[in-house]
């Protein structure tokens, strides 16, 4: 493949890849540090037992989601906005409304959304590079979608503090041809890698290994294990899609946009009230988790993991904005700590990076970064590669398989 040097607006995003990645970073920290702060100072550290949340996270939630509402009916955002991964498919965000999305997120995330950041990264990134190429007299579609994705790495790297995992995930979503495929990660792994820097420079946080679970060793029979874990990965992907159903039936029956987003968001803080290792984007549950293995029993891990599916659609549903993979990636890293209490001849690493590759790998064609990124927070190593892959591939087949079995009923 040749790369498309030759262009003009090409040679200008490969300079100003190292202007996005610093935006990105700096986005990145002011959002963290934000949604950082209510986080600790509302939710403090996670704990397991049930019913041992504070009562008041109900009246904030609520209080929380009609802020949110007044917010979005201020700066007149619409109803339905396309999530991290829609605008990342779609390689554009509008300049205009990139500072209201960003702020209603990370209003969002403060008060207790059961959500995650990659929404606000992906709005305030993307903003930016659709902002720069919106300056340039170019009006060439890939143009502007380059400069958006590669806006979107930037603070994707700092936020993941993965530049690798952001720039391959860019790029599998991206609606950039293939045969492009390379000109677009050049700029996006720069990006990813210059917000990294600026990021873990001043934090010193990294993801690789946040979820850690030592003692995996690597054996033939983990390859079915994870055909296996892929097919489970399926139903827990069903129950959330009826969850979702039902819930986005029920609360639109609420007339009133504030009282909606009043009870939603009520709902959302009663549910982490009653299941504290619901609270949040699940980041921190999650590593508590996988840190308290051997006390979680399978009846608290599956109450968690149905309370966290409906904490995460009443989110939405109540009207905030936010990311799916850090409330996704609890949903299968809990969902993969269950199939080791309940079958403990799956080891726990494997079953926990498993299910959290395949829960998302099963509906998002990032087959790649989901891999990459299931073994890496778990360390599982090189070894664990394989099996992980054939649980997000078995994940994605299956998937495509029933979608394809509904489709031919409903056509009948």
Known sequence: MVLPVSQGWYRKLLFAALFLGIGGGVAALLYSAVTGVGISLFFGDPRSDPWSGEWWWIPLVSLGAILVAALRGWWHVPEKVPGAVGLARQGWVDPSSALSLFTVSAVSLFVGASLGPSFGIVVSGGGLGAWLVS???TDEIEAKQEYTLTGMAGGLGAVF????????????????RKTNYVAAFIPQL??????????????????????????????NVHLLYGAL??????????VQALIGKALRHIVPLIANPVLRAGIAGAAVGLIAFAL??????????LAYETDNIATLGAGLLLVVL????IAFTLSTEAG???????????????????????LPGIP??????????????GTIGAPVSFILLGAGVVGVGISGIAPVGIAVVTAHLAVWGVTLFQEARESV
């Open 135 to 137: 300056r340039s007299p």
């Open 161 to 176: 503090s993965a530049p690798l995992f952001a720039a391959v995930m860019g790029s599998e979503l991206s609606p950039t």
């Open 190 to 219: 720069v990006a990813a890698t210059i917000g990294y820097v600026i990021f873990f420079g001043l934090t010193g946080k990294v993801m690789l290994n946040s979820f850690g679970i030592s003692g995996y060793e690597y054996e």
């Open 229 to 238: 874990l892929g097919l489970f990965s399926v139903i827990v992907l069903v």
């Open 276 to 285: 504290p290792l619901t609270a949040t984007g699940g980041s921190s549950q």
């Open 306 to 309: 149905i309370g966290k599916m």
């Open 320 to 342: 905030f904005l936010g990311g799916p993979v850090f409330p996704t990636l609890f949903i299968g890293g809990t969902a993969g700590i269950l199939v080791h209490t309940l």
């Open 348 to 361: 726990a690493p494997l079953a926990a990076a498993a299910m959290i590759a395949a829960v998302p790998g």
